[in-house]
């Protein structure tokens, strides 16, 4: 079983999103045996997913002596998942829920942890965290909730550190859009649902300074992958800018440059 930490820090205002999540996982559990309840505050198909989103950690390079935080873990689908293959993981989940964070910690390893935690922050040091995963969080948050997230997960990411986050876009989720449309004026809607088009996550990624993947859509959401990228130690931005004219020419800055596109390009910086 994992462990629950005790702190709680002060909230001045309460967020949209915790006073929602409230209510929903209140009203689940008040109609749905418990098991059933924290499947269906997760979206259902507990087990599946949970598998899924550990099949694409795997594949992006988690490993046993990683530590991993996930943002929004909810009943810990992901927890259990990764638990069952990775039990040694340095592995920290936080929610808004402390019914949910039981649940998770109930069903994951002992060394695990869980954290209420209803800020848009990390709960880390600077650059100390190898894999932040953000699944279903950013679909319900409002933009630039979202981006105060991802700014701070590179804070707290390692040099080479890696964010996952699930989306939903209008070209692959239309029929999530007309459920929505379905629910305007009617007050049933149990929390906010939010489409992040690609577009954006790329300007993101490119104010923030970060690599981004985005994969071609599978079923389920969609999924961009986040990289931090570190800067070689003998980077020298005036080398830099004498062997690319192109980039002296446009005025960017080469650090920049060099993080966004020029190790992608291969581009020399001695």
């Not at 990390?122 to 932040?132: E, N």
């Not at 970060?210 to 859509?217: A, K, R, W």
Request: glycine share 8%; charged share 25%.
């Amino acid at each position: 079983m994992g462990r629950m930490q005790e702190r709680r820090e002060p909230m001045e205002v309460r967020p949209h999103f915790v006073e929602s999540y409230e209510r929903l996982i209140t009203t689940l559990l008040d109609t749905y045996p418990l098991d059933e309840a924290m499947s269906l505050a997760v979206g259902g198909a507990y087990d599946a997913l949970g598998e899924a989103e550990a099949d694409l950690l795997n594949r992006y390079g988690l490993l046993e002596h990683h530590f991993l935080i996930d943002i929004g873990c909810g009943s810990g689908r992901l927890s259990s998942a990764i638990g069952r293959r990775f039990p040694g993981l340095r592995y920290l989940g936080t929610d808004i829920d402390p019914r949910l964070l039981e649940y998770a910690a109930g069903k994951a390893p002992g060394n695990f942890q869980f954290l209420l935690h209803q800020q848009l922050s990390i709960p880390a040091d600077d650059a100390s965290v190898d894999f932040i995963a953000f699944f279903s969080v950013f679909t319900h948050l409002l933009h630039e909730e979202s981006y105060t997230y991802l700014r701070d997960a590179k804070r707290a990411l390692r040099p080479g550190g890696t964010v996952i986050v699930s989306f939903l876009e209008t070209s692959h989720h239309w029929e999530t859009f007309e459920s929505m449309l379905l629910l305007v004026g009617t007050n049933q809607s149990p929390h906010l649902n939010m489409f992040i088009e690609r577009p954006m996550l790329i300007e993101w990624a490119r104010h923030l300074e970060l690599e981004l993947d985005l994969p071609e859509p599978s079923p389920g959401q969609s999924m961009a992958i986040f990289r931090r990228v570190q800067l070689p130690i003998d980077f020298e931005a005036n080398i830099y800018l004498e062997l690319h004219k192109d980039v002296a020419d446009a005025g960017v800055d080469p650090i920049h440059h060099y993080l966004i596109q020029g190790h992608k390009e291969g581009r020399r910086y001695r």
